[in-house]
């Protein structure tokens, strides 16, 4: 069973770009969740979607956004860049059958540079 | 979402048990325990969940006491490979919220 599939593996930008990361959760996974790892922040959820609607937000400005298509697939994107917005971004998906304590799985993420 | 307190980092030798607490006064009464294991550069893998008492898997084991203030991660006989950021979270799957984690060095 494959995994959770995350493209690009690594991107370099430049300051006031936009970028579109995506992730291709394991199948039969309707919950994918994101989430921005800095060395100074460590790991922070950006926001989690379930049957392409948006169920949760974290604490991010509005340049942050995403969606889920109909096959659970899900990108992410980040407009305007800023150098601050250099990280690790990982994705991860669930099952989400109702227990709400499900296992996460985790891809192995898109290192951002922003230069 | 309830907060969690652990430690910073922890040292051990190779063949050795490392225990991880985790404190997390505010647990809520439908709230699970989850830790994670993280290497660099890579996304955190789940090891463990548990809600009460023990749980023991092929990786770890889980011991949670009766009042759920704390929980504690062993790691038997701990090899090279083991050296990774160990989070505890408690909560929602689906809005996890990691800690800083405890930094395990393996040594030989």
């Known amino acids: 069973k494959a995994g959770v599939t995350q493209t690009p593996r690594y991107l370099i930008k430049t300051r006031g770009q936009q970028v579109t990361l995506s992730c291709s959760p394991i199948s039969g996974h309707r919950s994918v969740s994101w989430y921005q790892q800095t060395p100074g922040q460590g790991l922070q ?32 994107n980040v407009s305007t860049l ?10 991860a998906s669930s099952t989400l059958t109702g227990d709400k304590n499900t296992e996460a799985f985790f891809g192995q993420g898109t290192r951002l540079t922003v230069v | 979402l309830a907060k969690t307190t652990q430690p910073i980092s922890m040292d051990s030798y190779e063949g050795q048990e490392v225990n991880i607490t985790c404190s997390h006064n ?10 994670y294991q993280q290497f660099p550069s890579q996304g955190p893998r789940f090891i463990i969940q548990g809600y009460k008492t023990k749980v023991t898997n092929e990786v770890a084991s889980l011991f949670i006491p009766a009042d759920r203030k704390s929980s504690t ?36």
């Open chain 2, 26 to 35: 505010n647990i809520a009464t439908n709230d699970y325990i989850t830790w």
């Open chain 2, 73 to 108: 991660l062993s790691l038997p006989r701990v090899s090279l490979s083991d050296t990774a950021v160990y989070y505890c979270l408690v909560g929602d799957d689906y809005k996890l919220s990691f800690g800083a984690g405890t930094t395990v060095t393996v040594r030989a």
């Open chain 1, 45 to 76: 959820f950006l926001f989690e979607y379930f049957s392409e609607t948006q169920r949760n937000k974290g604490n991010f400005p509005g340049r942050f956004s995403g969606r889920q298509f109909s096959n659970s697939r899900s990108e992410m």
């Open chain 1, 82 to 91: 800023e150098l601050g917005d250099s990280a690790l971004y990982l994705c």
